[in-house]
């Protein structure tokens, strides 16, 4: 299940980070990108109402094995190529 999962991840933010971003609910670029245990997006206003419980680095070492790598956010990608979050 960790090897599956982590190679999907992987995948997705390699070859589609606007549905790894919409995914994981980013909406601005970030090096080193926290993983975020309770997050309630607002889609409306493109930020996420509440985002707790962090892990530094998390999301960025999940998506590329690289703790200070750079997770693009949806604010990023026009409007018509993000999914929904």
Same mark, same amino acid.
């Given at each position: &299940?960790? @090897? ?5 991840a992987v995948e997705? =933010?390699?070859?589609?980070?606007? !549905?790894? /971003? /919409? &995914? ?6 970030? !090096?080193?990108a926290p993983y975020?245990? $309770?997050? @309630? *997006?607002?889609?409306? +206003?493109?930020? +996420? @109402?509440?985002? /707790?419980? =962090? @892990?530094? !680095?998390? $999301?960025?070492? $999940? /998506?590329?094995?690289?703790? +200070? =790598?750079?997770? !693009? ?7 018509? &190529?993000? *999914? *929904?979050?």
């Amino acid at each position: &299940m960790f @090897i599956t999962g982590d190679f999907h991840a992987v995948e997705v =933010a390699t070859t589609q980070p606007t !549905k790894f /971003a /919409a &995914m994981e609910a980013v909406w601005e670029t970030q !090096k080193a990108a926290p993983y975020h245990l $309770l997050v @309630i *997006p607002d889609t409306k +206003n493109e930020h +996420n @109402i509440v985002e /707790a419980l =962090a @892990i530094p !680095k998390m $999301l960025s070492y $999940l /998506a590329y094995h690289d703790g +200070n =790598a750079e997770v !693009k956010g949806l604010k990023e990608f026009s409007m018509e &190529m993000r *999914p *929904p979050v």
